[in-house]
């Protein structure tokens, strides 16, 4: 294949898994860009777990981290303060084009659980089997990427 054949191809393929243009992200874009909030949330948390099982607030004299612990390691049920939330079930609604901001606004339903018993029974209460959320998405890099709104 000539180079410029081959670039072409690699740039359509791209643009089509992408959802470049005007297109609307696919609900399967939507889960990721979501899921991927999710895997900041748990890093931050697991940080934040290795932090309080060091005890970095003593060492710190931070008592804003402190309480932090107090409710992360309470909310795990252990010394070990371990946290993490879980998206279990996702679906697109509708999108929107944004008129004051780059991306489309999106409506979906969504599932999530915890490892932790007392987030989870909160989970539970909040969305039961499923809750209603919005956001922003955009393209950025080629990904989708998820925000609120503000």
Request: net charge negative.
């Amino acid at each position: 294949m000539a180079p410029a054949a081959l670039a072409a191809s690699a740039v359509a393929a791209m643009l089509a898994g992408c959802g470049a243009g005007n297109a609307e992200p696919s609900e399967r874009q939507m889960r990721e860009a979501v899921e991927a909030r999710f895997k900041d949330v748990n890093a931050n948390l697991t940080a934040l777990a290795e932090s309080c099982r060091n005890r970095d607030f003593v060492r710190n004299d931070n008592p804003l981290q402190a309480m932090q612990c107090l409710q992360l390691c309470g909310a795990a049920g252990s010394e070990q303060c371990e946290v993490s939330f879980e998206l279990t079930n996702f679906r697109k609604v509708a999108c929107q084009k944004s008129a004051e901001q780059a991306g489309y606004v999106c409506d979906f339903e969504f599932g999530a659980s915890s490892s932790s018993p007392v987030t989870q029974m909160a989970l539970d209460a909040f969305v039961g089997r499923g809750g209603a959320g919005q956001g922003r998405f955009l393209l950025d890099d080629g990904r989708w990427t998820y925000r609120q709104l503000n």
